[in-house]
């Protein structure tokens, strides 16, 4: 495997930025798409449906892996959580918001995590941690003021920013709920059950919509940033940063969310599909801070490993 070579802390720092990085240009790019082509439902059909593809084509590729029937039920409440909510809500989230907000509201993602591991997998929570959420929901109330009362969807729309923001929780409760199944299976066994599950709960729903387009209207940029969104923002980047992850300690990982909105932020002031006012920075700056000292704080783990080493 890939991560196992000499190089792998190299090859592992590598990967997570360029997934990162294609996740905060997936936002402007699929704004953009779904501006001129496209709706949000459309988008997601397009997501879920071609990761299924992608990732089913790559395992016959792959060394095959058998997944018990049990698992394979429980890979249906992973894909509703981890696929089905989140992304609806992110890329709905997105047609109506601006790239930057929805990039923004990404990074908020390990807070979540945080917050449902104190509840499901009774982490404590110390001061740093709290001190943490706090800055981060301080970041949150800041950026959804803004939207509310912004007059251009270039700013943010509050609808948009509370649906991006329902897409992180979404995928922190199923990171809390199904870590444990998800590290037993390859990225792509898991992937390729996750997007099959959910192209057959979303498709009934969205098929009469994707149907209906007028595909001879659809620009060739329309397509080609919806091809990115699908290729690199979907199927590319969850195996990237699988592979980080493989090497990678968790803490140094999360780091690499703040590429997201560096990326992002810079593409969309520079193609004008997106403003950057001085409370979005002051957004980000909070929101940056709360996840830093979330993931800087210990763990339960090393809590229990600290006590036992001083014997007490």
């Given amino acids: 495997m890939l991560y196992k070579s000499k190089n792998q802390p190299l090859i592992a720092h590598i990967c997570l930025f360029f997934a990162c990085a294609f996740w905060g240009l997936m936002a402007p790019l699929g704004k953009d798409a779904m501006t001129h082509g496209f709706t949000g439902i459309e988008m997601v059909t397009f997501r879920v449906t071609g990761g299924a593809a992608l990732f089913w084509l790559t395992s016959l590729f792959t060394k095959k892996e058998h997944v018990p029937r049990k698992d394979l039920l429980l890979l249906i409440g992973a894909a509703v959580l ?156 969850y195996i990237l940063m699988m592979v980080g992850q493989h090497t990678l300690r968790p803490t140094v990982v999360s780091i690499y969310n703040y590429v997201q909105p560096v990326v992002s932020v810079t593409v969309s002031v520079l193609t004008g599909i997106g403003v950057f006012k001085p409370a979005q920075a002051a957004a980000v700056i909070l929101v940056c801070a709360g996840v830093w000292m979330v993931t800087k704080s210990k763990s339960r783990r090393d809590m229990e490993s600290e006590k036992a080493a001083s014997g007490k």
């Avoid at 270039?154 to 929780?169: E, P, S, T, W, Y």
């Avoid at 997007?195 to 595909?215: C, E, K, N, R």
């Fill in 82 to 237: 981890g696929l089905v909510t989140n992304q609806c809500c992110y890329t709905m989230g997105l047609s109506v918001t601006s790239p930057i907000n929805a990039s923004i509201v990404t990074t908020s993602m390990p807070i979540f995590a945080m917050i449902l591991a104190f509840f499901i997998l009774k982490e404590p929570i110390t001061g740093k941690k709290a001190g943490g959420v706090a800055l981060g929901c301080a970041g949150a109330v800041i950026l959804i003021v803004t939207s509310a009362t912004a007059a251009s969807s270039k700013v943010g729309d509050i609808r948009g920013d509370l649906l991006c923001l329902g897409a992180q929780l979404s995928f922190a409760l199923y990171l809390s709920l199904f870590s444990k199944l998800i590290r037993r299976y390859s990225v792509i066994t898991v992937n390729k059950w996750m997007f099959t599950y959910a192209t057959i709960i979303i498709l009934p729903f969205t098929f009469q919509d994707v149907s209906g387009i007028d595909y001879a209207s659809i620009s060739v940029r329309t397509w080609m940033e919806t091809g990115f969104v699908v290729f690199f923002g979907t199927y590319v980047s």
